[in-house]
């Protein structure tokens, strides 16, 4: 069964992308030294690796992710990030992001911006969602 996550503005991008890392460790923590049994900590790795990353057939495994904000900024940072530490990715077409801003107004992003790319961001969930198996829910990471 999978999860989704939908990471929202700087706060869910970046909360997103520490998610992904400690759960890529504890994949890796896994087949080494830990708490309880070997077989414990596999089962735990493999549970993890298979509810929030896809796995590609070449290179690292890829979150199971959509980043969403309305500037490119954070999301480059965030998706190089993830790919220089090379344990994981991002998906090619896992993001949503357009040349504007709100300009730190959540106002003007719910009421002017919501609105005019909803669609757009509907289809790049629906798009990771349909990648799964099953799915389980959906996380989203914003601050509130």
Same mark, same amino acid.
């Given at each position: 069964?999978?999860?989704? =996550? @939908?990471?929202?503005?700087?706060?869910?991008?970046?909360?997103?992308?520490?998610?992904?890392? @400690?759960?890529?460790q504890d994949w890796q923590d896994g087949q080494g030294?830990?708490?309880?049994? $070997? @077989?414990?900590?596999?089962?735990?790795?493999?549970?993890? $690796?298979?509810?929030?990353?896809?796995?590609?057939?070449?290179?690292?495994?890829?979150?199971?992710?959509?980043?969403?904000?309305?500037?490119?900024?954070?999301?480059?940072? =965030?998706?190089?990030?993830?790919?220089? $530490?090379?344990?994981?990715?991002?998906?090619?077409?896992?993001?949503?992001?357009?040349?504007?801003?709100?300009?730190?107004?959540w106002a003007n992003g719910f009421c002017v911006h919501?609105?005019?790319?909803?669609?757009?961001?509907?289809?790049?969930?629906?798009?990771?969602?349909?990648?799964?198996? $099953?799915?389980?829910?959906?996380?989203?990471?914003?601050?509130?």
């Open positions: 069964m999978s999860i989704v =996550t @939908v990471q929202l503005g700087q706060c869910g991008n970046q909360v997103g992308q520490e998610l992904f890392d @400690v759960l890529s030294q830990g708490q309880g049994s $070997r @077989v414990q900590r596999e089962a735990h790795s493999s549970c993890s $690796r298979e509810r929030f990353f896809n796995q590609e057939p070449s290179g690292p495994p890829s979150a199971r992710a959509v980043l969403i904000d309305m500037e490119p900024k954070v999301i480059c940072q =965030t998706m190089a990030m993830a790919a220089k $530490r090379g344990r994981w990715q991002y998906g090619d077409g896992s993001h949503f992001c357009q040349k504007q801003g709100c300009g730190n107004n919501g609105p005019r790319y909803e669609e757009a961001v509907g289809d790049v969930v629906r798009r990771q969602v349909e990648r799964c198996d $099953r799915l389980a829910g959906v996380l989203s990471m914003m601050s509130v």
